[in-house]
């Protein structure tokens, strides 16, 4: 009787430690967009954030880029004259869901290499990717080939501070065309549609770098916990195994490897399957040197799920 008091004690410590970190990082999360916007704003220094920021910059300004680059070249002329593409930026950098999305793109992107440097994992030939490639079944080699084909376009087109329009999730693809439809549209309303409704039939986000990787890990089904090693499957399969095992958002699977988040990435891997002393060695992989509370090897995968769903909802978003 007094063992199982002690359990319960325990059990609800873990608990409220949990809700009070992961409630802390939400917070944080849902005030990314805003500061991030301020800083792009800005001309002043922003100490650790420049690297990320000129990052955050550069991609917003090869999306303004290429949507420029889709109309014929009258429209295009009247729209660069307009100074459009200032005004679209404008529009680009407003958009907190947008903005959060860059973000996670180019956190994914400093984390990889971080991951490169520390245990010399290859950002793009992991060696469970290598094994993929190899699979007898052709389905899964093939998908494998192509996700890493974008996993190199993806760590090049970060370090030129690029992103192709097809590489955005369909909703926010939607709602870059939409920025640019209100962006001077009276200049030339033909050329932008004409230009809006070919990106659309282009598009096919399961050929995304995304979607790919989704594919990829769906593929695997139960294997898929295989890929909940960075050291062995790199951290873009590993997002999205860990995203696909989880339901949650796999950008919120990427924010949860930033250090500042190490509770909520806990609660994950508990959730997909880990047990405390592997979770433990992935947080070293990534860099982390906090030490976890006594307690949480308690957590059983059944009520890591549940306390999931309270903490961010049905769909992984941020409550």
């Not at 002043?44 to 880029?65: K, Q, T």
């Not at 949650?248 to 699977?253: A, D, G, K």
Request: proline fraction near 3%.
């Amino acid at each position: 009787m007094g063992k199982m008091a002690i359990d319960r004690s325990q059990s609800t410590l873990v608990d409220a430690i949990l809700q009070d970190e992961i409630a802390r990082g939400n917070r944080a999360l849902r005030s990314l967009a805003p500061v991030i916007a301020h800083l792009l704003d800005s001309d002043g220094p922003s100490l650790v954030s420049d690297a990320i920021v000129a990052r955050l910059r550069g991609m917003l300004r090869h999306i303004a880029d290429q949507l420029l680059a889709s109309l014929p070249l009258d429209a295009k002329n009247a729209l660069i004259q307009s100074q459009a593409q200032s005004k679209l930026i404008d529009h680009l950098r407003g958009d907190e869901s947008l903005v959060d999305h860059l973000y996670s793109v180019v956190l994914e992107g400093v984390l990889t290499k971080q991951v490169q440097q520390r245990v010399g994992v290859d950002p793009i030939l992991s060696p469970l990717m290598q094994e993929l490639i190899a699979s007898e079944r052709p389905e899964i080699a093939e998908v494998a080939m192509m996700a890493l084909a974008a996993q190199s376009r993806f760590c090049q087109g970060q370090e030129r501070m690029e992103l192709p329009l097809g590489e955005l999730p369909s909703q926010l693809l939607w709602r870059v065309l939409t920025h640019f439809e209100a962006t001077e549209l009276a200049l030339h309303p033909e050329g932008v549609a004409g230009a809006v409704q070919t990106i659309k039939r282009d598009f096919d986000e399961a050929q995304s770098r995304i979607g790919l990787f989704a594919r990829l890990a769906s593929s695997m089904q139960g294997g898929a916990i295989a890929a909940l090693d960075i050291g062995h499957a790199g951290l873009a399969l590993f997002a999205s195994a860990t995203a696909s095992l989880t339901r949650q958002e796999r950008e919120h699977v990427v924010f949860a490897c930033h250090e500042g988040q190490t509770f909520r990435l806990v609660l994950i891997l508990i959730a997909a399957g880990l047990n405390i002393n592997a979770i433990e060695g992935q947080l070293a992989l990534l860099g982390g040197t906090r030490a976890l509370p006594s307690g949480f090897e308690t957590i059983s995968q059944a009520h890591s799920q549940e306390l999931l769903r309270t903490l961010t909802g049905p769909e992984g978003e941020l409550s």
